[in-house]
């Protein structure tokens, strides 16, 4: 407690001079006052004061102008992350897809070893998470997530060449390590460019690369299963890594280059559309970009309820999501069906993922609250998980828990 | 519908792509979780956990399904209902804990309005915590 009345107590003072000493140029401000403690954004607004953008004239509205700018924020953002999500779940769904064609045998694989090659890109992941905290503050995020996603896209491609389990292990646990950035990432750019109700509806669409990622990976599985070593050389699910791999490397690269850390840098946008831009957002109090790393929020957030709230749900929900997207290829296997036509079948499943992603982001964009759409969207899992246990007691504990 | 005999395959199928509705409540906090958490390096922190817990739920959860519980697999269901009702309970008291933290603010000062944009302590340097005048939304 008396750590934090201080640490207030210290950015306060240390805060710059208020807007009403004009004489002063925000250059001179910068030599003598310690700006590290207040956002880039800030100094971006300090100095551009008088900037109005170009497009307004005196028939635009406020909202217009905030419109118009956040379509063409829309089209550059949004579709490149989307991009970067939807690789990121194709090429650890790839794995299952080749798991069902001729890998097994080609690596040949035993006992956990297939499990254990699943398993290990997401440990690394889990793990390389610590890193990334400090990394994600230190380096612009945007580019940083770029990298990563090409060095992903090189690790993914690199699996075609495995020859056995050890060979495409490595491969498996350096995609963990490249792809432990994206979801970190996407939620801090997002809160750069949109309020947080516009937040809602992009990072939804993003996380719909889940669904995407499983029919486009489903179909082109299924394509590629009609690859045999024969008539090519390569057996297909090598192809399919190649692909994948190749894919996610040309999507990095327009991502490095075409998406910017912040607005203050969006070539798209002038001085006077940043400043409206950067005013819309400020009611966030999130801020945008600080590079300073102040280790005592992570002692706060290690002490905030909310932050182990939110762990603990994300953890509990993850959890089970784990078992859909393992499990449901081979759960439609288990009915029956073959291989080729498992793969097919399983693709509704990502439509069903879609729908649920869609509605509540769309609902929350719309002022609803976040969480009663998320006891919301539970209820379907609810009746489906608690069939097999009808009976009035059970009912009665379920409605009761409920 | 996850008990329907082998031979309603229809229904199984059916059941198996219900059980995808799961992917609602996480993209819920995906949103949730940035929206409330303040200071850039909180934030990194708190997202990046965001980010690593998702990938050990897809490790640990799958792990109740063993080969011995086959084909049925009840322990399993028994686990992914247990997780549910645990997950529903845990954002509840999240909405309860932000109800709680707004109204013991409501008293300090007003929320920020865009008109105050350009005053430096709406960009400080401040997390969720120590500026008095954030809001959580829920």
Redesign the interface.
Known sequence: MIF?VI??SV??TS??P??SEPEKDSSAIAEEQSL????D??KF?DKH?DAVPSSSTSSSSQEGILLAIRRKNDWRIVPLGFLCYTMQFMDKLVLNYAGVMSMRADLRLTGNDF?NLV?AT??A???W??P???L??RFPVAKYMAINVILWGISTACGAAAKDYSTMMVTRVLL?IFE?????SL??I??RWYT?PE??PR??LW?QG??VGQIVGGALSYGFQFVSPENGGLAGWRILFITLGVATVVIGIATYLFLPDNPMEAPWLDDGEKVAL???I??????????????A??W??LR????W????????????????????AT??R???YDPKQATL?NM??????IT??AV??WA?RRGQ???A???A??L??????????ISPTYIFLFFF?? | ???LP?SN?PG??T????????????????????????????????????????????????Q??QARDA?EY?P??IT??A?????????????L??VW?NKSRRADES????D????????????????K??R???
């Open positions: 934090l640490s207030i950015e306060r805060l710059p208020k807007m590290t403690d207040v956002d954004a800030w607004l004061r499990s398993t997401y440990i992941t889990a793990v998470e610590l990334t905290v400090w994600l503050q963990g432990a950035t994206i979801n970190p939620m801090l997002a809160g947080k937040q809602a990072l939804s996380l889940l669904g950067l005013k819309h400020s009611v966030n109090q999130t801020g945008v970009e600080n590079k300073k790393f102040r280790s929020e992570i706060e957030a905030d309820p909310q932050v709230l939110i762990w603990a749900s994300v953890v509990l929900f993850a959890g089970t999501g784990g078992i859909v997207v393992a499990y449901s759960l439609i288990n009915l029956g079948l509704p499943s990502g439509l069903i993922s649920v992603m509540p982001a929350i609250p976040r969480w759409w998320a006891l969207v539970l379907p899992a609810y009746v489906f998980f608690s069939f097999p246990f828990l409920y | 519908m996850s008990f082998a395959k199984l199928l059941g198996i792509y219900l059980t995808n509705a799961i992917s609602g409540p996480l993209t819920i906090f995906w949103n949730w979780a940035p929206a409330n958490v303040a200071g850039a390096t909180k934030r990194a922190f708190v997202t990046a956990m965001v980010g690593g817990l998702f990938a050990a739920g897809a490790v640990i959860g799958p109740s399904f084909p009840r399993a269901k992914i209902l997780t549910q009702i645990a997950g529903g309970c845990t954002t509840i008291a999240l909405f804990y932000y933290q929320h920020w309005a865009e105050a944009f350009m005053s430096p302590e709406v960009w400080a340097r401040m997390t969720d915590k120590e500026n005048r954030f959580y939304s829920y």
